[in-house]
């Protein structure tokens, strides 16, 4: 059943990154399980309205972020130590494998998460002055893929339908967007790749 409105308005973008209006709200977090203590019993957490991206990031973005930012190269954070070899696995110098554009960035750490949130800040419009790109927290993240819905286990309802996560023989991830839109206009809520939280 739904919550909140659609809020499916017309999306703000930022370097080709389509940002959709999240309303304000009040999410029921936590759980009633076996094994919740009592610090994770639910309880409601309100929420103000933000922006999101329709999608993940896709490794072209990525690969802008590195260009300006080649303190964040693979071999230059290999060679002093700071990340091992699963830090974007499968790139190189010269940036993600080829034919991968619009597969969704993986194998990046918190801190380049962090790090590519302040360049996209860099980018945004002068009519954004004083916004900021940044992770949502865990409790706006899933705000956010529920589109609405409340009582269902999929940000689409009952059933998983097109996430990625739930389709027999996907070995690999999708370009980004691939599933359908859910009630606020976000796609792979529930599937593809998994995303960092800011919390």
């Given at each position: 059943r739904s919550q909140a409105a659609s809020a499916t308005g017309p999306a703000l973008r930022v370097e080709g990154l389509a940002f959709r209006p999240i309303p304000a709200g009040?999410?029921?977090?936590?759980?009633?399980d076996d094994k919740t203590s009592a610090a994770h019993l639910p309880h409601p957490?309100?929420?103000s309205a933000f922006l999101?991206?329709?999608t993940e990031v896709p490794n072209r973005l990525y690969w802008q972020f590195i260009k300006s930012n080649p303190e964040w190269r693979k071999q230059s954070l290999e060679a002093k130590g700071l990340v091992d070899d699963a830090y974007l696995s499968g790139w190189t110098d010269e940036g993600h494998p080829a034919g991968e554009g619009e597969l969704p960035v993986t194998s990046v750490s918190y801190f380049a998460a962090?790090?590519?949130c302040r360049w996209l800040t860099s980018r945004l419009p002068s009519t954004l002055a004083g916004y900021e790109a940044r992770l949502p927290n865990e409790v706006e993240w899933e705000w956010a893929a529920r589109g609405g819905l409340v009582g269902n286990p999929y940000p689409l309802g009952a059933k998983p339908l097109t996430e990625v996560f739930f389709e027999p023989g996907i070995a690999g991830p999708r370009p980004v967007g691939a599933s359908s839109p859910n009630g606020y206009g976000l796609r792979d809520t529930a599937g593809n790749v998994w995303e960092w939280c800011s919390d």
């Open positions: 009040t999410l029921l977090a936590g759980s009633l957490v309100p929420l999101a991206s329709e962090q790090a590519f």
